[in-house]
């Protein structure tokens, strides 16, 4: 079982549209989580950090829950340019600070 | 210029053959990683280094080995390539304390026939 989780979608949303994607992951061990985004063909990008309180970024929202592994984002009122793959990333402390990726989110925003 | 460069950007190759892609950056950081990425599989780490001494094995490292020649360049090197290390690689740099942002190198596309 891999460690960190996402659905593949697709998700296809029309513009404007709220979507949410969610992540979990097995390593109790963890103690730092972000959000990547990759667009295709290219290198992944920091999103945003993901904290306990949760926390938000303009049209962004992520959230943290350890008591049930979980990592949420939100994206509001979605942007054509918002298309793109979407990567739960955690970090644990007994796996030598590397990054552990999630598989990814393919989100398509249509007009 | 690019932070974190990688050279070659496309490489086809044969089996048996040995090759070498590179990585370079500028920004100063001691944590540099390489990764490779599959469609379907995600990115996978295969060696990372926090520093000019130091080399760890990551989820994947049979196959690779790697070279910290300073600071500032991260090697990595298929000894014998064979097809089902055709992949997206991709070098990465962070800073100390826990490596919160990776910095990413546009990628090396790599096919091995």
């Known amino acids: 079982r891999k460690e960190v989780e996402q659905d593949p979608g697709p998700f296809n949303v029309p513009e404007g549209a709220t979507v949410a994607f969610n992540c979990t992951y097995s390593?109790?061990?963890?103690?730092?989580f972000f959000w990547y985004r990759q667009d295709c063909r290219k290198e992944p990008k920091l999103l945003m950090s993901?904290?306990?309180s949760g926390n938000e970024d303009g049209r962004f929202t992520a959230q943290l829950n350890r008591a049930s592994q979980y990592i949420s984002l939100l994206i509001r009122d979605s942007k054509l340019s918002d298309s793109a793959t979407y990567l739960c990333?955690?970090?644990?402390?007994?796996?030598?600070?590397?990054?552990?990726f999630g598989k990814g989110t393919s989100l398509l925003v249509t007009p | 210029d690019a932070d974190v460069t990688q050279t070659p950007r496309n490489r086809i190759t044969k089996t048996g053959k040995r090759i070498m892609l590179e990585c370079s950056q500028t920004?100063?950081?001691?944590?540099m990683y390489w990764y490779r990425q599959d469609p379907g599989l995600g990115l996978r780490l295969i060696y990372y280094?926090?520093?000019?001494?130091?080399?760890n094995k990551g989820e994947i490292s049979d196959g690779y080995s790697v070279s910290r020649q300073a600071q500032a360049k991260f090697s990595l090197s298929l000894e014998s390539a064979i097809p089902n290390q055709t992949a997206l690689y991709f070098c990465?740099?962070?800073?100390?304390?826990?490596?919160?942002?990776?910095?990413f190198g546009p990628g090396t596309r790599l096919l091995v026939l």
């Open positions: 990465a740099t962070s800073e100390p304390l826990g490596g919160e942002t990776q910095y």
């Open positions: 390593n109790s061990a963890s103690q730092s």
């Open positions: 993901v904290y306990s």
């Open positions: 990333v955690v970090i644990a402390s007994n796996s030598g600070y590397a990054l552990n």
């Open positions: 920004k100063g950081h001691d944590r």
């Open positions: 280094s926090f520093d000019v001494k130091d080399i």
